[in-house]
């Protein structure tokens, strides 16, 4: 490994793991104030959401997809009926997994 | 012996084990990521052992990815260094979000379990601590996720790296859609609501028009969006009742 690689690795996995330790490391030391903790219950819908509608709307990652053949809006949208219905992650992965191969296979 | 044991919580290990299981999507959802890393990493002109060093000590995909795109286009460290470090700002808010759950933990746990945060890991556990029960192993099952997630990262890292381009295709098999079901069904059961459901959209709508953005901004934007949206439907709720 190069010197430069080594200075490369070193300040991206230093910026990337303070990142992530911002605030474990304050602990207990810190309490947020009530309006940040009803913010913070936002994060995780506001994140996956933001992840995943682009993916499975564009799957290519450049032209919309908005009609039945797309397998990942399929497999996607069974996924969710299947979470809704059934509250059980498991099944509306595997269920929606399925349904994107078969889809996938039909449409090739 | 006294057995004082609660018997209603599952123990450290079976919390561990369920966190790497769970995972299982995911893992299946990210080797490919980690194999084409492998793969490109060599052509853009990363040694062997900085491909393997950067899954080691960085590991954080989409950073990973953007690096040695960036490399291969001969840009500077400074400049990845940067960019890597707003491509991951977004771990600040899985940082902020897990707070109140490590807070009570040792630096010895606080320390791994931040280097481990990924998107995946993040998903997965934040299901986890959200469920009712209140069992006192549930940084063992976030730890389960990790370990899964960092060994997965690191294999298919070096099998990319081994084989070069010796497995083409594997981009094509579409096994990331394993990543958008586990989100969908992490996701869709928490709808419960209507400031749920507009921050939902507010992020998926905002997403969207700033998917152009360099470097995973339009999902920072989108996330200030989703939360801002939802706090505000909510504060109107309140002042109605």
Known sequence: MSNDELLLIAGMAIVTFLIRYSFFALGDKVHFPPLVKRALRYVPVAVLTAITVPMVLLPDGQHWHLDWRNAWLLGAVVSGLIAWRYQHLLSAIGGGMAVFFIARWLLA | ?241
């Open chain 2, 1 to 241: 012996m006294l057995n004082l044991s609660i018997p209603s919580y599952p123990d450290y290990r079976t919390e561990l084990w369920h966190g790497a299981r769970d995972s299982l999507p995911m893992l299946v959802g990210s080797a490919p990521f980690a194999l084409i890393f492998g793969t490109l990493a060599a052509s853009s002109g990363l040694s062997a052992m900085a491909t393997l060093a950067m899954s080691l000590f960085v590991y954080a995909g989409s950073s990973q990815f953007i690096a040695i795109s960036l490399l291969a286009g001969g840009a500077g460290l400074a400049v990845i260094v940067v960019t890597t470090f707003v491509v991951n700002l977004r771990h600040a808010l899985y940082s902020a979000t897990f707070l109140p759950y490590v807070a009570g933990l040792a630096q010895r746990w606080r320390i791994p379990l931040a280097f481990w945060l990924t998107d995946e890991t993040f998903a997965v556990v934040q299901h986890r601590y959200g469920a009712a029960d209140a069992s006192p192993h549930k940084h063992w099952y976030y730890l389960g996720s990790c370990l899964a997630m960092y060994s997965n990262w690191l294999i298919w890292t070096l099998v990319g790296g081994l084989l070069g381009h010796a497995v083409p295709g594997l981009d094509q098999m579409g096994l990331e859609f394993a990543m958008a079901a586990t989100f969908t069904g992490i996701v869709v059961p928490v709808l419960k609501n209507r400031p749920m459901v507009a921050a939902a959209l507010a992020a998926a709508v905002v997403a969207l028009a700033a998917r152009e953005l360099p470097y995973k901004l339009g999902l920072m934007l989108a996330a200030l969006a989703g939360v801002l949206v939802g706090l505000w439907l909510e504060s109107r709720e309140e002042g109605a009742k």
